[in-house]
């Protein structure tokens, strides 16, 4: 008998053909495609611009002017399911909403949707 003195590793064939299998499939799995970060910008603006909205309860024109500002007209607000500010948008929208109480809890929930396009 004679022992061997080298190091490394003895793969067998089962674990050759699971080490193949398994590549194959890790290839398979498709991953989705790296959006920028435009998404993330928009959803940010609109949390802010609600949060502002929040703390300064803003009146109907105020709504258009902040979101003129922010948006210029690719985006739309509700406040209770009425449209306050609007586009028309065919394409790809991100939405953000919010349900804030005034002095005198009464509640409005204010939406704010912004094309993508």
Do not use: H
């Not at 802010?48 to 979101?67: A, G, R």
């Not at 409005?108 to 396009?117: A, E, G, M, P, T």
């Amino acid at each position: 008998m004679s022992k061997q003195n080298e190091k490394g590793f003895v793969f067998t064939l089962e674990t050759t053909i699971a080490i193949l299998v398994f590549s194959l499939l890790l290839l398979t799995i498709s991953f989705p495609a790296s959006n920028s970060m435009t998404e993330l910008l928009v959803i940010q603006q609109a949390n802010d611009l609600l949060k502002i909205w929040s703390i300064n309860y803003p009146s109907n024109s105020e709504i258009v002017f902040d979101t003129r500002e922010l948006f210029g007209s690719n985006a739309s607000v509700s406040v209770n399911g009425i449209k306050v500010f609007s586009n028309t948008c065919f394409g790809e929208k991100i939405s953000s909403e919010a349900i804030l109480l005034d002095d005198f809890l009464i509640e409005k929930r204010f939406l704010v949707s912004v094309c993508l396009n």
